[in-house]
């Protein structure tokens, strides 16, 4: 960055001009979205959070809409946190989780993601940040183009990988490329784990706006349900609060 320029998600970034459409739909908050959008692709590196994220995202759309919701984990890394570990208690919220048992390391599609897409109800991929997911849900790049679906990339300013605007720069150019889409959008995940605390929260979103300065604009984060009161009273910023799905008992 001493140069003053990036090749930032998939062209050259120079502080004075910011590649067009890049940041899609930055001047929205995620909850417009959830209700322009069917179609999600929610991308991050293990530990950012998406995981919990694509459950509350998933449970929100079933509960408030009534409409069927698939929910697709794509992610190959197998990390400790998955949606999948969810499906049977989530099938009576009425979302649906598919996924495909992974031999060792062995990357595997799973079936009837473009059914899904091209339907009424509400699609979420869970890719993770790997580049096997990438190009599997580039598979789909015609579809998730277009003007009802978004990919989403979740920042978490508190993960090693996304503690400067280089390791994001080339996380983006990455998955984009492999995913063969030229816009993402960035939804804020500023916590350590279940107990991050008000002030922990807060200095993740001024990161989050430091790290981003010049580049676009995060309106929107998500935040832990029970201080979301507390959060909501010290920022403008839209907020998402989740529940805590994924922690498990072996984590105390």
């Known amino acids: 960055m001493e140069s003053g320029c990036s090749v930032f998600g998939t062209a050259i970034f ?26 999600f692709v929610f991308i991050g590196e293990a530990g950012s959070g998406k995981s919990e994220i694509v459950l509350n995202i998933a449970n929100k759309l079933a509960q408030q809409t009534g409409k069927k919701v698939d929910l697709f984990d794509l992610d190959q890394t197998k990390p400790l946190y998955r949606s999948r570990d969810m499906q049977e208690d989530f099938a009576k919220r009425g979302v649906n989780i598919f996924y495909q048992d992974q031999y060792l390391d062995a990357p595997v599609m799973v079936g009837g993601v473009r059914v899904s897409l091209v339907s009424d109800n509400y699609t979420l991929l869970d890719i993770g940040g790997g580049h096997q997911a990438a190009k599997f849900a580039g598979a789909y790049s015609d579809l998730l183009s277009k003007d009802d679906a978004v990919p989403v990339y979740i920042i978490n300013p508190y993960r090693p990988w996304t503690k400067s605007v280089d390791a994001i720069d080339g996380t983006m150019k990455h998955i984009l490329g492999s995913m063969r889409l030229d816009h993402i959008y960035i939804l804020g995940n500023p916590n350590l784990g279940y107990a991050t605390s008000v002030n922990e929260f807060m200095e993740g979103l001024d990161r989050i706006d430091e790290l981003l300065d010049g580049f676009t604009i995060v309106n929107s984060a998500c935040v832990r349900r029970d201080i979301y009161d507390e959060v909501r009273e010290r920022t403008d910023k839209s907020l998402v609060p989740l529940d805590l799905f994924l922690t498990y008992s072996w984590v105390d």
Request: hydrophobic share 35%; glycine share 4%; net charge negative.
């Open 14 to 39: 120079c502080k004075e001009v910011i590649p067009v459409g890049l940041f899609y739909e930055a001047d929205k908050t995620f909850d417009d979205l959830m209700k322009e959008k069917k179609n």
